[in-house]
Nanobody
Framework: QVQWVESGGGLVQAGGSLRLSCAPS????????MGWYRRAPGKRRELVAR???????EYADSVKGRFTISRDIPKNTVYLQMNTLKFEDTAVYYC???????????????WGQGTQVTVSS
């Protein structure tokens, strides 16, 4: 199984920006979709954004117009550009992807360890 390694989290003031990155810890044959979720203190994990192979994207209503998900296919890397951050965006952000390790392998899904994003008001 491949693990996904997130980076780019940190502390930022409200109104600021951060860019998260997520890449696999090893080689994968193909990826069918990648996404970002988050879990705020005391809340359930929720979808932030996801992107499919055809480039289609989906966003949570709370981040539409502020966050942008993108993907570098040759690098198997997904990004989350977060602008105009709000206090309520404070959470641990997790990357996930559905992938095949080899052509003949079934689809797998795994998660990263998460990266903390803290927005000060």
């Amino acid at each position: 199984q491949v693990q996904w390694v997130e980076s780019g989290g940190g502390l930022v003031q409200a109104g600021g920006s951060l860019r998260l990155s997520c890449a696999p810890s090893g080689n994968v044959f193909s990826i069918s979709g990648m996404g970002w979720y988050r879990r705020a203190p005391g809340k359930r994990r929720e979808l932030v954004a996801r992107i499919l192979n055809d480039g289609s994207t989906e966003y949570a209503d709370s981040v539409k117009g502020r966050f942008t998900i993108s993907r570098d296919i040759p690098k198997n890397t997904v990004y989350l550009q977060m602008n105009t951050l709000k206090f309520e965006d404070t959470a641990v952000y997790y990357c996930t992807a559905r992938y095949r390790l080899q052509r003949s392998f079934p689809l797998s899904e795994s998660w990263g360890q998460g990266t903390q994003v803290t927005v000060s008001s």
